[in-house]
């Protein structure tokens, strides 16, 4: 061929081989929605063309002009210039073949070894699109019994009934969904839409004529590159318009030069598409931007609104990504723990780490692509091929301990807990195992397994906290310890007694082997733990029903569950019983305490002092609130409490079981007994005050937002938040306010009572009784709690003297003259004060007498 010969398109195949838009150019614009005016003028120009009549001298082809390209050693044309004007003509050619039924011809002309000769190598999508469009074989038939044209009288264009081109084959069997998101190949649809609406009526067989190369109707210049010996830097240069790739589209075409890189050291697959066997690096590539990328595409709102599934199939990657790196440097644990925070932000939120970041930490290795493409595999798409998450739970499996679809989509919006992360590695390593060892994991037996494998896994992951990223290593790397073993699990936890798993709550771990022993017992054992751990507060946690039960101590002198057959009935009905008992009253108080005033606190507060204790401080939790602001690492909750495995917590859930045990309790008729309960004691006890007024007063437990309250030998405070650097209140004078207000008007002249509440340590919490206007001065009494005693002052609230009928009264009642000199100013201030009351009782009959000796002032 002569240097810039006019060709037509068919007869550029036999000049290459294949002709290929390489990656650095930018997707194909011709087809683009916002395009239609350049569009719609290329194609009328391309039309003219065809139909013209046989082509003279002096009716010359239309020239496309120039067309640059480089031919590489496999006679392939990587296309520079020309890549729009090529891609719309074999677009075209397509259509014209599918039309006038040549499309057996158009694919023997256009295809070699099973491949599109025109091809995009933008993104792999692209490329996947037009070797599809080739290989199908019924969309010929399906255009002529779908479509049909007529011409609209109105505008006289062509009018579309039924399925238009572009909807035909987006609709077809071999068409992926995720190609929608290819920007090339959407615009192909447009084009061939618009194809179709300009050529759709002309009954000529415009395919003949556009492959006609003795008289050719369009032709371009072709310029191969390589005859000019250009470089590839001065070709890229060239090449002014490339695209960008998207940070999904880099990370992923590195991921792929890297699988490529030891394509060798990965398994080879079964590839139906590809024709047979294929190895791992092409196996990847096809997958991602087929099946996959389908998958994915179903799910592409779930972390975002945008129409893109890049950054939920990121989250999914680099989540692959940080367990393998644990599960690779489990033997490096210093090294790996250090960097391990580096994979994680705020609130176990994963980093948006480099390609150059994650090469840094070694996490591209064999074993992660070989888990990276089974994982993907076992999501893949579902028996109906709907293009939904592949589910293997039963249909009718209680999703209480795991949501397949939920727990996908968390993941893919990076939504997920470090509970929920050990779950979902958890759930699909049982999987994979299976996989490599049963040629179904469909089957029935293996669906019972994975339920008892995840209920376990919930429960030892819902019961333990974790606020670490160490935490999440630890725990992870037991999960795969775990894993590892061959027996199912309940068979693992009743075998292996002295079974230890790190950063696991060793507590519940202990309660699943007991579970576990009860489980394989019978179904009635079964049936009743079950119904137990679905319950919400237990939510899995049910160790201290085996505890009351009296199960926990037998199986910790035995190490196991064997009793006989008599003792077995009775431990089945007592466990029901305490678990009918606890579950009714969380029933009542799911919500909050302060529904029923704090009855279950105050009862069980009878029986001992339950509360859980702040480490290193006269600091408990009274365990009455729902709230958990500043609370969950220390876990000050019920769930604590009655968590077996510490002695001291086992004697403070004896408390519990007391209530449960007492006479009056009754299941079916809670609130009553619980109030009964409060009475009998508050009636003829020996508790001290503190101790008494909390369970007599509901109004105390309001103060303590958080639950948290201080004792000690000097103050009992009422902490509204977690720390004495928040308001507070002190408990005695609290009770003084909850019962003066019954007696406001015997504090006559006095008309209101104001709490004076205080956020520091140097400050301390008091009651004003104020409201009494006497001779130009406001007076008010403010009382205060020592260790021992009370504290009454009276006090002038102006710069005025007292007068002196006012002071005898006062004086008369007990109390004696204080001056106090202010540090700055030496100036002294007076106030009265009495010191001697001990208890909330002599206060108020102190505060009752010295006002109705003040009332006689006022009445003189």
């Not at 007599?696 to 958080?706: A, M, R, W």
């Not at 201030?829 to 001990?838: D, G, N």
Request: with cysteine.
């Amino acid at each position: 061929m002569n240097m810039g010969e006019r060709v037509t398109f068919n007869e550029l195949l036999d000049i290459v081989n294949f002709i290929e838009i390489p990656i650095i150019q930018r997707d194909y614009a011709q087809g683009r929605k916002d395009q239609s005016e350049v569009r719609n003028a290329f194609l009328d120009s391309l039309f003219s063309a065809l139909i013209r009549e046989k082509t003279y001298d002096d009716q010359p082809s239309l020239n496309l002009d120039f067309v640059y390209g480089d031919i590489d050693n496999t006679d392939t044309l990587s296309v520079l210039d020309g890549q729009q004007r090529l891609t719309t003509l074999f677009l075209l050619h397509w259509f014209l073949a599918v039309k006038y039924n040549h499309l057996t011809e158009f694919k023997a002309r256009f295809t070699l070894k099973g491949n599109s000769r025109f091809t995009y190598k933008t993104r792999p999508s692209s490329s996947e699109f037009f070797n599809a469009l080739l290989s199908n074989g019924t969309i010929q038939q399906r255009y002529h019994a779908l479509t049909k044209f007529n011409i609209d009288q109105t505008t006289g264009s062509s009018k579309i009934n039924d399925y238009t081109i572009d909807q035909l084959i987006a609709d077809s069997t071999w068409f992926f969904s995720a190609w929608k998101q290819d920007p090339t190949v959407q615009a192909c649809l447009n084009m061939l839409k618009a194809i179709e609406e300009r050529f759709a009526l002309c009954n000529e067989d415009l395919y003949l004529r556009i492959v006609d190369s003795d008289n050719p109707c369009i032709t371009f210049q072709f310029l191969p590159l390589s005859k000019f010996g250009l470089s590839d830097e001065l070709y890229i240069k060239m090449n002014a318009r490339g695209k960008p790739l998207t940070p999904f589209e880099n990370f992923k075409a590195n991921l792929q030069q890297t699988i490529k890189s030891f394509s060798k050291e990965l398994p080879n697959y079964d590839l139906a598409a590809r024709g047979g066997v294929v190895n791992g690096y092409e196996y990847f590539i096809h997958k991602i931007d087929t099946d996959w990328a389908d998958l994915f595409w179903t799910y592409r709102t779930v972390g975002d609104k945008h129409d893109s599934y890049d950054d939920e199939l990121m989250n999914f990657i680099r989540l692959i990504i940080l367990y393998q790196y644990v599960i690779d440097t489990k033997n490096n644990d210093s090294k790996s723990e250090d960097n391990l925070n580096t994979f994680f932000g705020q609130k176990a939120k994963l980093q948006h780490l480099t390609i150059a970041q994650y090469t840094k930490l070694n996490c591209f290795t064999p074993n992660f692509v070989t888990n990276l493409i089974a994982l993907l595999d076992l999501l893949d798409l579902d028996d109906y091929h709907n293009h939904h998450l592949k589910t293997y739970l039963p249909d009718a499996y209680n999703k209480t301990h795991y949501s397949e679809v939920s727990m996908f989509e968390k993941v893919l919006a990076d939504n997920t807990s470090y509970p929920e992360k050990l779950r979902f590695y958890a759930f699909y390593r049982f999987l994979s195992k299976k996989l490599k060892s049963a040629n179904s994991i469909d089957a029935n037996d293996i669906q019972s397994e994975l339920v008892e494998w995840i209920r376990v896994i919930y429960n030892l992951t819902e019961n333990t906290i974790f606020n670490t990223s160490k935490d999440f290593l630890e725990a992870l790397l037991s999960i795969e310890k775990l894993s590892k073993f061959d027996s199912p699990i309940l068979d693992i936890l009743t075998n292996r007694p002295g079974l230890v798993l790190s950063r696991i709550s060793e507590d519940q771990l202990v309660e699943e082997k007991i579970k576990a022993h009860l489980i394989l017992k019978s179904d009635d054992w079964k049936n009743a733990i079950l119904q137990a751990e679905n319950h919400p507060f237990f939510n899995g946690q049910i160790g201290c029903l085996l505890n009351f039960s009296g199960i926990l101590e037998y199986y910790r002198n035995h190490n196991n569950c064997n009793w006989d057959a008599f003792e077995n009935n009775s431990l089945l009905d007592t466990f029901k019983k305490y678990d009918q008992s606890l579950g009714s009253v969380f029933n009542l108080i799911a919500a909050s305490s302060s529904d029923i005033e704090y009855l279950w606190e105050r009862a069980t507060l009878t029986k001992g002092m339950y509360f859980t204790k702040k480490k290193s401080y006269d600091r408990y939790n009274l365990l009455s609130t729902r709230l958990f602001k500043n609370n969950i690492n220390r876990d000050h909750s019920w769930k604590r409490l009655l968590r077996i495995g510490s002695e001291t917590m086992e004697i403070r859930q004896s408390y519990v079981k007391a209530v449960l045990d007492d006479p009056d309790f009754d299941a079916n008729d809670i609130k009553p007994s619980l109030q009964s309960i409060c009475d009998v004691v508050l009636a003829n006890n020996d508790f001290d005050k503190w101790r008494e007024y909390l369970i007599q007063y509901p109004q105390l437990f309001d103060y303590c937002e958080q639950g948290f309250i201080e004792i000690s030998e000097i103050e009992v405070l009422l902490l509204w938040q977690s720390q004495r650097n928040h308001y507070h209140s002190e408990l005695y004078t609290v009770v003084l306010d909850i019962q003066l207000k019954d007696e406001l008007e015997k504090l006559m002249p006095f008309s209101n009572l104001e709490y004076q509440y205080v956020k520091s340590t140097q400050e301390q919490a008091s009651l004003k009784i104020e409201g009494w206007n006497y001779a130009n001065s406001n007076y008010y009494f403010e009382i205060l709690k020592a260790p021992e005693n009370f504290v009454i002052q009276f006090k002038n609230g102006s710069s005025n003297d007292y007068p002196q009928k006012v002071s005898d009264v006062i004086e008369n009642n007990g109390l004696q003259r204080e001056y106090t000199k202010h540090e700055e100013t030496g100036d002294e201030a007076v106030h009265y004060e009495i010191t001697s009351l001990t208890s909330v009782d002599d206060v108020i009959s102190q505060l009752i007498q010295t006002c109705s000796s003040l009332r006689s002032i006022e009445n003189e």
